[in-house]
């Protein structure tokens, strides 16, 4: 095991408890929080696109690099991994203070809530997986990447529709249809 996989394993691990553990260290009660935790929370809706754009970059990275003369889009398709990553837990940690901070419980929220810690928890095995991938090219790991990354952005976009549906209603997704 090199000394990156071994690094990307440990603070894979410490971000993966880290967003396991908030919840049930500083559970959402309904009540309002300190205004400090609120005004930062209210960030999570400015920086989540920044997550969201990377995540949705890496497998068009992965495809393009196929080709020989892209092959180093494969490289950057890591690099962004890590950005979406290290942003992701940034973000949960903000939708985290905004709940909190704004006494907001229920399903939705929850919901909400644990499709963004499992986005990012599947981007750290799909993380784990490219690094390995790496160091030992083979089928099964090849595949075990791609699937753990679908199913990243799988739980991606059932987290955004429960989101948009927080800001913008329930049925705004298809409120306008006849």
Known sequence: MTLRLKLTVIIGTLISVMLLLMPVVFPLTGNQGPDLVAALGRFHILALHFP?????????????????SLRYLKQASYVLLIL????????????YMLASGEGDSGGLIVSHMWAGIITTILMIIAL????????APNKLLFSSYYTVLAASIVSLIIG??????LVHGEDYLYARFP
Do not use: N, R, T
Not at 52 to 68: D, N, R, S, T
Not at 84 to 95: D, N, T
Not at 160 to 165: C, E, F, I, L, V
């Open 160 to 165: 955004s529709h429960d989101g948009a549906s």
């Open 128 to 135: 784990v997986l490219k690094e390995v991938l790496l160091q």
């Open 84 to 95: 979406a990553i290290l942003s992701a837990a940034k973000v949960c940690v903000l939708g």
């Open 52 to 68: 969201i754009a990377l995540l949705l970059m890496v497998p068009v990275f992965e495809i393009l690099g196929l080709f020989q």
